[in-house]
C-alpha cells in the first residue's frame, strides 16, 4: 500500500488520505479546513489530479471530513461513495449549508472562487452515495484483483464509520475520528478484532493517556451544576454547539438532567442548522436504530427560537438557555449575535463548552 496524506497543513484541517492498495485507488474523506479561506481550504489534490479513484469512502459528515467531497466527485462522476446509512441523510444537509456560508463569505472577504462548489454538484455526490451496513463487506473488482471493504461503527458522531480493506489477505484500517466512550445518542466505537496489519489511527492526543480525575461523567455532572447555579441567580446560558452531533447530545443531557431535578425547568431557545439537524436524527433513529435521538423531547421541552430582534449590549428579552449553532461563534450567526447581548455581564468559560450567563 501506498499512502499519501493531502491534509496540506496537517492538525485539523482538510482530512483525506489517498491510499493505492495494489491496483485500487481509494480515497478516505475530503474535508474543507475550517481555518483556512478559499482554495487554500481544500486538500492538496494534485496526487489524485490525473488518475480515476476507484473507490472513495466517507467516514462522516463533519465538515474537516465531508466538505469537500463534492469537488472530488464532480472529477470522478462513476466512483462510487462508500458510507453508511445516516451520512447518506446527513451529508446533503451539511454541505448545502457549506455552500450558503461560502457564498456569505464571499461577499465579506471578497474570495471569487467561493462557492468551491453548487447545488448540482451536492446533488451528484449524492447520487454517487453506495450505503453500506455496518459489519458487513463488499467485494470490488478490478484487473482480476479483488478488494473486501468493510464498515464499522466508530462512536463519534451519528454515522461515524471506521473502513476495514482487506486485499490479498492483508487487513488495512482506518479508524477516522473515533471515540471509544457511548455517548447519550449513540454507542461507543466497535472495531474489527484481531491482528490488523496496518492501523491508520486518527487521534488528537496522539500516545497520551487520558488526564486523570477528568471523565465524560465528570464533565457532564460539572456543566449542569453550571447551568444549574447561572439560572438560580436569573442569568441565562448561551452554550454555542457545533451543529452535528454536539446539539443533539446537549439537548438529551439537560433533558434528563430536568427529569432527575438536578437541572431547573427554564426556557430553552435553540437556532441554528443544529436545529434541521436533529430532524434529520430522529429519521435516522426511525430508520436505522442506530442513534438514540426523539425529536419529541424537544417540544416536551417546549424549545423555541430565539427573539429575532437582538443588539449589541443590550439585554436579552427572555433569560433561559440558549443552544445554539455555530460551535465556533463565528460573525453573524446565531451564537455570536446572542454572545453580543450578553457581553456586559460575568463570563464563564467551561471546557467543553462555553457559558455566558
Ligand atoms: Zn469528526
Same mark, same amino acid.
Given at each position: 500500500m501506498k499512502l499519501t496524506d493531502l491534509n496540506r497543513h496537517g492538525e485539523i484541517g482538510a482530512n483525506s488520505m489517498f491510499a493505492q492498495i495494489g491496483p485500487f485507488n481509494i480515497l478516505v474523506d475530503s474535508g474543507l479546513n475550517p481555518k483556512a479561506l478559499g482554495y487554500d481550504a481544500l486538500p492538496d489534490f494534485e496526487p489524485i489530479e490525473d488518475l480515476d479513484l476507484d473507490?472513495?469512502?466517507?467516514?462522516?459528515? @463533519?465538515?474537516?471530513?465531508?466538505?469537500?467531497?463534492?469537488?472530488? &466527485? #464532480?472529477?470522478n462522476p462513476t466512483t462510487p461513495v462508500i458510507t453508511s446509512a445516516p451520512n447518506e441523510l446527513l451529508a446533503p444537509r451539511m454541505l448545502r449549508n457549506s455552500i450558503n456560508v461560502m457564498k456569505r463569505q464571499r461577499e465579506e472577504h471578497g474570495i471569487a472562487e467561493y462557492p468551491l462548489f453548487l447545488?448540482?454538484?451536492?446533488?451528484?455526490?449524492?447520487?454517487?452515495?453506495? +450505503?453500506?451496513?455496518?459489519?458487513?463487506? !463488499?467485494?470490488?473488482?478490478?484487473?482480476? !484483483?479483488?478488494? !473486501?471493504?468493510?464498515? @464499522?461503527?466508530?462512536?463519534?458522531?451519528?454515522?461515524? #464509520?471506521?473502513? !476495514?480493506?482487506?486485499?490479498?489477505?492483508?487487513?488495512?484500517?482506518?479508524?477516522?475520528?473515533?471515540?471509544?466512550? #457511548?455517548?447519550? &445518542?449513540?454507542?461507543?466505537a466497535h472495531l474489527p478484532k484481531g491482528p490488523i496489519d496496518t492501523l491508520i489511527l486518527e487521534t488528537t492526543r496522539g500516545a497520551k493517556g487520558r488526564e486523570s480525575g477528568h471523565s465524560r461523567a465528570s464533565e457532564v455532572d460539572q456543566l449542569i451544576d453550571k447551568i444549574g447555579s447561572i439560572l438560580d441567580r436569573g442569568g441565562s446560558c448561551l452554550i454555542p454547539v457545533f451543529a452535528l452531533g454536539r446539539m443533539q447530545e446537549l439537548f438529551k443531557i439537560i433533558y434528563e438532567?430536568?427529569?432527575?431535578?438536578?437541572?431547573?425547568?427554564?426556557?430553552?431557545? #435553540?437556532a441554528g442548522l443544529g436545529m434541521a439537524v436533529c430532524d434529520n436524527f430522529d429519521k435516522i433513529r426511525r430508520r436505522t436504530q442506530l442513534i438514540d435521538f426523539d425529536i419529541s423531547m424537544l417540544e416536551k421541552m417546549n424549545v423555541k427560537s430565539p427573539e429575532p430582534k437582538m443588539r449589541p449590549g443590550r439585554?436579552?428579552?427572555?433569560?433561559?438557555?440558549?443552544? +445554539?449553532?455555530?460551535?465556533?461563534m463565528v460573525e453573524h450567526t446565531p451564537s455570536y449575535k446572542i454572545a453580543a447581548s450578553l457581553l456586559p455581564h460575568q463570563l464563564f468559560c467551561s471546557f467543553p463548552h462555553f457559558i455566558i450567563g
Open positions: 473507490l472513495i469512502i466517507l467516514t462522516h459528515c @463533519h465538515l474537516d471530513h465531508l466538505g469537500s467531497m463534492p469537488v472530488v &466527485t #464532480a472529477h447545488h448540482r454538484d451536492v446533488a451528484q455526490f449524492s447520487k454517487q452515495i453506495v +450505503v453500506q451496513r455496518f459489519g458487513r463487506g !463488499e467485494i470490488y473488482f478490478k484487473e482480476n !484483483e479483488t478488494i !473486501e471493504v468493510i464498515l @464499522h461503527p466508530a462512536g463519534h458522531v451519528a454515522g461515524a #464509520a471506521a473502513v !476495514e480493506f482487506i486485499y490479498n489477505d492483508r487487513r488495512i484500517v482506518f479508524s477516522g475520528d473515533v471515540l471509544f466512550d #457511548a455517548q447519550r &445518542t449513540l454507542p461507543g438532567a430536568r427529569n432527575l431535578g438536578s437541572l431547573p425547568d427554564s426556557p430553552i431557545f #435553540a439585554d436579552l428579552a427572555k433569560k433561559g438557555i440558549y443552544l +445554539v449553532s455555530s460551535g465556533m
